[in-house]
């Protein structure tokens, strides 16, 4: 598994006290963005500036690929996004990418997953595009056309 | 039941359809993933709605002029397009006609049809051709790109219904991609019966025709989910009569 892959797999395993530890791809996409940005990871994902703001294809084909092997899982809600959580085959395959895992690069998966679910859905819109107005650009949403 | 759309967008043209065909067996309908978008070359693409068979021999039909629809479009070649389809589906409802004589099945209108999108873009040096061709099943034919996108199949209704809502011939591909998935998304969601997934993608720029990845669908998908929660919010504030902050 590439390191950028297990990485993915630790973002989605790493809990957050007092929250539900389950993202949604949005979610999954500006957490690997702010840590690309943050920590200048090399072996990393390459981001374009896409229709919802910076995106990677290459983490959905890690997604599906994680997916295929058990070691995430999806579950559909109301609204219509499927949210990612890991499985109990998937926290034992993390927990020892963990073990390998820089301290450094494990601070900031929490630091950007906190911040992450922290927000709603537009303010975390509105957080990425603010910063990083360059990926911004050709998103459908204007965020400063909504207060 | 199929829909396939083409949209004129301003850099170029996307075809979209639903993945699902409905076949027969001998304990009845079965349903089955079919593509129904295909390159005929790097500058053209075909989409089709009605039975397999029909489909299939139009298909080969406008494969072997690829060549010459690789070129510029003129009346002449349109129309050698036409006369070698005209033959086909004459061909199969006079068979049709022929089998089910006396029976309550000859009426033609369940001979077997095909009911074709044929999309044309062209750019080379200053001239641009950006052509949507609806050929229906009685080979009379339209140019869609005018009003800026064509439908075909039985699930065009749902299309028709949302297409109207959107400035499509003032759109880049790359936000036609978007209009065109929802479109043939919401169409599956409402239930029309027959339309399923996994939705196919094509788009036909100044570069050539390709087919979007799986990866980039399902970007789409979420780019469309992310499209409605804007709706909602900007719904949820209409209502509450708080217009002042949208």
Same mark, same amino acid.
């Given at each position: ?45 390459? *981001? ?12 959905? *084909? ?6 295929? %092997? ?26 020892? *990418? ?16 906190? %911040?992450?679910?922290?927000?709603? *859905? ?26 | ?104 099945? $000859? ?8 009911? =074709? ?52 011939? $003032?759109?880049? =591909? ?28 094509? =788009?036909?720029?100044? $570069?050539?025709?390709?087919? !979007? ?6 970007? !789409? ?7 409605? $929660?804007?709706?909602?919010? =900007? ?12």
């Amino acid at each position: 598994m590439k390191k950028r892959e297990k990485r993915l797999l630790e973002l989605i395993y790493l809990p957050i006290e007092a929250v539900k530890n389950m993202m949604s791809p949005i979610q999954i996409m500006k957490a690997m963005f702010l840590m690309k940005q943050e920590l200048n990871l090399s072996e990393f994902y390459e *981001f374009k500036p896409y229709l919802y703001g910076p995106c990677s294809f290459d983490i959905y *084909f890690d997604l599906s690929d994680l997916d295929k %092997k058990g070691l995430i899982d999806t579950i559909p809600t109301l609204q219509g996004w499927k949210y990612y959580k890991i499985t109990e085959k998937g926290k034992i395959v993390a927990k020892e *990418f963990i073990g390998e895992e820089d301290r450094i690069v494990i601070d900031k998966i929490l630091e950007v997953k906190k %911040k992450v679910l922290s927000k709603s *859905f537009l303010e975390l819109l509105r957080y990425i595009y603010e910063r990083y107005p360059e990926y911004a650009k050709n998103s459908i949403i204007n965020i400063g056309a909504i207060k | 039941m199929t829909l396939i759309v083409a949209l004129a967008c301003k850099d170029g043209i996307v075809m979209a359809s639903d993945g699902q065909a409905t076949g027969g067996s001998a304990g009845g309908p079965v349903r089955m993933s079919i593509q129904k978008i295909f390159q005929i070359n790097e500058h053209v693409l075909f989409g089709a709605s009605g039975d397999i068979g029909t489909i299939q021999r139009s298909k080969t039909i406008i494969s072997s002029l690829s060549q010459e629809l690789n070129k510029e479009w003129d009346f002449g070649l349109m129309e050698k397009v036409r006369t070698s389809l005209f033959g086909v589906y004459k061909n199969e409802i006079d068979r049709h006609r022929a089998f089910y004589k006396g029976t309550p099945q $000859e009426d033609i209108r369940n001979a077997p049809i095909a009911d =074709v999108l044929l999309c044309n873009f062209l750019r080379r040096e200053d001239k641009q051709q950006k052509i949507i061709w609806h050929i229906a099943p009685d080979c009379s034919d339209e140019m869609l790109d005018e009003i800026g996108y064509g439908c075909s199949g039985s699930g065009d209704v749902f299309a028709y219904t949302l297409l109207k809502n959107y400035p499509v011939k $003032e759109l880049s =591909v790359e936000r036609g991609k978007l209009v065109a998935y929802r479109v043939i998304k919401e169409a599956i969601e409402i239930g029309a019966y027959g339309l399923g997934e996994p939705i196919d993608i094509w =788009v036909i720029t100044e $570069e050539g025709s390709n087919q !979007l990845c799986e990866e980039e669908i399902m970007a !789409l998908d979420d780019t469309y989910k992310m499209w409605k $929660e804007m709706e909602r919010e =900007v719904f949820k504030r209409i209502f509450s009569g708080d217009y002042e902050t949208i």
